[in-house]
Every structure is written in C-alpha cells, then in structure tokens.
C-alpha cells in the first residue's frame, strides 16, 4: 500500500517561497496510472487542491494558484515537490499530499505550515 510523508518548515516568512516534499513509499512515482496531489486546507476553510503532477510526469495546477506553484517529481528519491512562492499568512494550513489511483486515494498525515514574521 502506499504510503505518504509530507515534509518542510513549519514557519515560512511572508514573501518567501514554501517548500514541501512528499516521499512515497510502497510504489513509484511512475507507477501508472498515479496522480500526485496536493491539497491544502487553511483555517476556516474547505480543502483546496493546489495541482498535481501524474505518473508521466503532467503537471496540473489550480488556476487560482497558478502563477505562485510549481509541482515537481525525483524520481530517484521517488519523491513530489510542491513550491509556493510570494506566500501570505493567507497561505498558512495544513499541507497534503495525496495519491490517486483507480477510484481510491492514499492520504499523508499533513504538515502544518504558518506564514508568519
């Protein structure tokens, strides 16, 4: 089964760039058919789907996040990176990352992120 760990600082300056890594275990990142997410949820706030980067390596990004996110893969490290840059405190909440294969979905346990000075 695979398994997710989400990692990176849990304090980021504003205007700074976050930066996150999910290490996959029990599968490859080019195992077929997977869709490396992620999703965020911030305070008060439903989840949200930053993008996502599949198997064969497309990159997918939310329109409204778009021009701050950048989704990649080592495929050595069988690992998936997400940045986010220029952050606000707005940006703080827990970060996700999450597997989508055939119908199912494999959750981390998520890293909490602050943006704060």
């Known amino acids: 089964q695979v398994q997710l760990q989400e990692s990176g600082p849990v304090l980021v300056k504003p205007s700074q760039t976050l930066s996150l890594t999910c290490t996959v275990s029990g599968g490859s990142v080019t195992a077929a058919p997977y869709y490396w997410i992620w999703i965020r949820q911030s305070p008060g706030k439903g989840l949200e789907c930053l993008g996502a980067?599949?198997?064969?390596?497309?990159?997918f990004y939310s329109p409204s996040l778009k021009s701050r996110t950048s989704i990649s893969r080592d495929t050595s490290k069988n690992q998936v990176t997400l940045q986010l840059s220029s952050v606000t405190p707005e940006d703080t909440g827990n970060y996700y990352c999450?597997?989508?294969?055939?119908?199912?979905?494999?959750w981390g346990q998520g890293t909490q992120v602050t943006v704060s000075s």
């Open positions: 980067i599949s198997w064969r390596g497309s990159i």
């Open positions: 999450n597997a989508a294969h055939a119908g199912l979905n494999y």
